[in-house]
T-cell receptor
Framework: GQQVMQIPQYQHVQEGEDFTTYCNSS?????IQWYKQRPGGHPVFLIQ?????EVKKQKRLTFQFGEAKKNSSLHITATQTTDVGTYFC???????????FGRGTSLIVHP | NAGVTQTPKFRVLKTGQSMTLLCAQD?????MYWYRQDPGMGLRLIHY???????AKGEVPDGYNVSRLKKQNFLLGLESAAPSQTSVYFC?????????????FGPGTRLLVL
């Protein structure tokens, strides 16, 4: 079945440094979504990418979808303590509406 | 709108006890999901439903049963709880149609099985 791998599992950064998490799928994806989960909270939808090579920005966050639609990345510029949490990618493929989640990357920001 | 709600928020069970977790959504979503989240394991799909009266197995269905008698509710049952079922359980729902499968998550239920 479809597998979605996400790296790294954890990332410690100093406030102000950049952060990137990567997501790779074993199959071509129809779309990919990104979610953020604050400590003690629940996952919250951030964005969805659909087109090959698509790049979307939300303030300091940049999301990319690979040309082959098998990988994606989330980049945060100049991290802040409010960015702390776990970031998940979730991909769907083969016409299914059921996404497969990566295991997430936990971002720890040191002030 | 309340979105997705879950009850209870926290529960302690003894091994062998049973319980039902309730998920309710007021967004008229067709799809509903149950996940469990364990440290380092991400979100693992237990069961899901594509509409009222239908359910299907996810990645880790053993030891759980579900029912979707009403479109807005999705119940997760543990017939005989085991310590391995200690976890945080999240319910989610999504709209069927278009090109968006955005999932809306509930606040979670923290379950401890002793």
């Amino acid at each position: 079945g479809q597998q979605v791998m996400q790296i790294p599992q954890y990332q410690h950064v100093q406030e102000g440094e950049d952060f990137t998490t990567y997501c790779n799928s074993s199959t071509t994806l129809s779309n990919i979504q990104w979610y953020k989960q604050r400590p003690g909270g629940h996952p919250v939808f951030l964005i969805q990418l659909v087109k090959s090579g698509e790049v979307k920005k939300q303030k300091r966050l940049t999301f990319q979808f690979g040309e082959a639609k098998k990988n994606s990345s989330l980049h945060i510029t100049a991290t802040q303590t409010t960015d702390v949490g776990t970031y998940f990618c979730a991909g769907t493929s083969g016409g299914s509406y059921i996404p497969t989640f990566g295991r997430g990357t936990s971002l720890i920001v040191h002030p | 709108n309340a979105g997705v709600t879950q009850t209870p928020k926290f529960r302690v069970l003894k091994t062998g006890q049973s319980m039902t977790l309730l998920c309710a959504q007021d967004m008229n979503h067709e799809y509903m999901y149950w996940y469990r989240q364990d440290p380092g394991m991400g979100l693992r799909l237990i069961h899901y439903s594509v509409g009222e009266g239908t359910t299907a197995k996810g990645e880790v269905p053993d030891g759980y049963n579900v029912s979707r008698l009403k479109k807005q509710n999705f119940l997760l049952g543990l017939e005989s709880a085991a310590p391995s079922q200690t976890s945080v359980y999240f319910c989610a729902s999504s709209y069927l149609g278009g090109r968006s499968e955005t999932q809306y998550f509930g606040p979670g239920t923290r379950l401890l099985v002793l």
